[in-house]
């Protein structure tokens, strides 16, 4: 079961993990190797192909932030051929904020550091900047992730629908279902979270909001067995946090600063549970795709998994 025990701030988490494992800054991406990517997709059994994003939403439920906006910039005549009435053309403009707790996005390594280091023991500062945006570990090193993806359906294994806001995937439950994990793989772990009931105020302090998600020391089991990439269906963390008196978001931390794990959140996987349910498998082939951005820290995505 997982420990309710405080860790020493001052001392957590006790290791470096992967710090100076590969000789690049793709973190545990280095473990999707040709032979990863031609089993993950031997994987495919029939070609269902699932859409595995969330709607782009505009604000944040708790905070009302603004995080994404849409503006046209033309919709019928062209302006470069006011002249030609049959020259229709109709063209947008996008801009959105990367990290939040409801669109689907892939974070960067470069995204979270703790104790001034990031991932590598690399200081802060030498992976991102405000002048110069990110310098090492960007979300351009990620751009193109094919792998297995196993699911781990928390909410059927205990026998509900879901989990509820605040509640946390247990260690011992990772730890039971670790064995189906095979190095370079993607854990894409399923609470059942949806929007539609609304998002729980946190208590003071928190100004994320009450959110399902997995415990910090989930993490720990799940690195034994080398994954490429930690999904879920939440913004990964449980909030609020067991390890809330250490940092924030301790499964960023752990995973992005000291595994070198990417995070992929707020998943749509209701569809792929219950295909995957009915077919009886939990394995598929995965494909993460973000923009081909040099200095940021993560990008909107739209994962597919095909069955």
Request: aromatic share 6%.
């Amino acid at each position: 079961m997982a420990t309710e025990s405080k860790p020493d701030p001052a001392s957590w988490p006790g290791h470096t993990g992967n710090w100076n494992r590969w000789p690049n800054d793709l973190g545990t991406l280095n473990t999707i190797t040709p032979e990863v990517t031609v089993r993950a997709i031997r994987s495919v059994q029939d070609g269902t192909v699932v859409s595995l994003s969330r709607p782009v939403t505009e604000k944040e439920p708790i905070r009302g932030n603004v995080c994404f906006e849409h503006t046209m910039m033309n919709a019928g005549a062209w302006d470069l051929e006011p002249d030609r009435p049959e020259s229709l053309n109709a063209a947008d403009h996008v801009a959105y904020r990367t990290h939040g707790m409801v669109n689907t996005h892939l974070d960067a390594l470069a995204h979270v550091g703790h104790n001034g280091k990031g991932f590598n023991g690399v200081p802060f500062d030498d992976l991102v900047t405000m002048d110069e945006g990110v310098k090492r570990a960007s979300i351009a090193d990620a751009r193109a992730i094919v792998t297995r993806g196993v699911l781990i359906d928390i909410p059927r294994m205990r026998g509900v629908s879901h989990l509820r806001p605040g509640e946390y995937v247990r260690p011992d439950e990772i730890e039971a279902v670790v064995d189906r994990l095979q190095p370079g793989d993607a854990a894409i772990v399923r609470s059942g979270a949806t929007l539609e009931d609304g998002i729980p105020p946190g208590p003071e302090g928190n100004r994320h909001g009450t959110w399902q998600g997995l415990h910090p020391e989930c993490v720990e089991v799940l690195a034994t067995r080398d994954i490429s990439v930690l999904a879920t269906d939440t913004p990964g963390d449980v909030f609020p946090s067991p390890y809330g008196h250490i940092v924030r978001s301790p499964v960023h931390t752990l995973c992005l600063t000291y595994y070198g794990i990417h995070l992929l959140h707020n998943m749509d996987l209701e569809v792929l549970a219950e295909l995957c349910f009915a077919a009886k498998r939990d394995a598929f082939l995965f494909v993460v795709t973000s923009l081909h951005l040099e200095r940021a820290t993560g990008s909107l995505t739209s994962p597919v998994a095909v069955l």
